[in-house]
Each structure stands twice: as C-alpha cells, then as structure tokens.
C-alpha cells in the first residue's frame, strides 16, 4: 500500500499481488488519528496488504521539511498499530508530477483536486517497487 500523507487527506495506492504495478484505491478525508488510522486498517485487511511505503516530503536540498517530520511520526504510528514494516519514500515532486499527470489526460477543476491525492500515492508505490525490483 503507498500513501501519500497530508494534513487534510491521504492518498491511498495499492499494488498487484505480484507488486508490478499500482493503482489508485481514493482519497481519504482526514478526521482524526483514530478514525484515519482505522479506515486505513480497513483498507489494509481488505487488500491483503503486507507492506505499506509512506511518502517522505523532503526538502529539494533533502533536508527534512516539518512536513517530511509529521509524515515520520504517521509512519511510526502505522508501524506501531498495524506491526507491518512500513517505508519511507522520498517524495520530492511526486505532487507535482500527478499534478502535470492529470492535466495530461485532461483533467481539471473540481475532479483534478479530488484525484491528485491519489495519483502521488501511486507514483509513491511505483518508485518504492521499481526501487526494489532493482534491489532483488
């Protein structure tokens, strides 16, 4: 499962079963930890998920931004509720790329905002498991 974790929603990716390709699931409206923490447990029992990669915003320098620092403590919290490992991601642009994704293929307005979340949350998943289709 990739996440791509804001303040006010998290975008929400899963993978195949054999981990070659990822496809949106939808954007979670954030309330609270508890309420977010169980739709994503849901989320996780109902895709079989093992892992889940979490999107790390760094700055470009690659410094730590403070919403690199609040995605962290997501993850920490994911690792500690669901005890699966769970990833951290550099996300540097992956916002923008869905940004310029989505105005590819012609979308915009209202339907462009509620989908980005998700197209990062893909472009996340992809480049953990390009990453570690290398690694194998």
């Given at each position: 499962m990739g996440l791509d974790v804001g303040d006010r929603r998290i975008g929400v990716?899963?993978?195949?079963?054999?981990?070659?390709?990822?496809?949106?699931?939808m954007t979670l409206v954030r309330t609270n930890r508890?309420?977010?923490?169980?739709?994503?447990?849901?989320?996780?029992r109902r895709y079989g998920c093992a892992e889940i990669?979490?999107?790390?915003?760094l700055y470009m320098s690659g410094d730590q931004s403070p919403q690199a620092a609040k995605a962290q403590?997501?993850?920490q919290m994911l690792r500690e509720e669901?005890?699966?490992?769970?990833?951290?991601?550099?996300?540097?642009?992956?916002t923008?790329?869905?940004?310029?994704?989505?105005?590819?293929?012609?979308r915009a307005g209202s339907e462009h905002k509620a989908?980005?979340?998700?197209?990062?949350?893909?472009?996340?998943?992809?480049?953990?498991?390009?990453?570690?289709?290398?690694?194998?």
């Open positions: 990716a899963v993978s195949d079963p054999l981990g070659l390709t990822a496809q949106p699931v508890r309420q977010d923490l169980k739709s994503l447990q849901r989320l996780i990669v979490v999107g790390n915003p403590a997501f993850a669901t005890a699966l490992p769970v990833h951290l991601w550099d996300e540097r642009l992956t923008t790329e869905a940004h310029r994704h989505l105005h590819a293929a012609g989908v980005v979340d998700q197209v990062a949350a893909v472009l996340i998943l992809e480049g953990y498991l390009a990453a570690a289709k290398l690694n194998d």
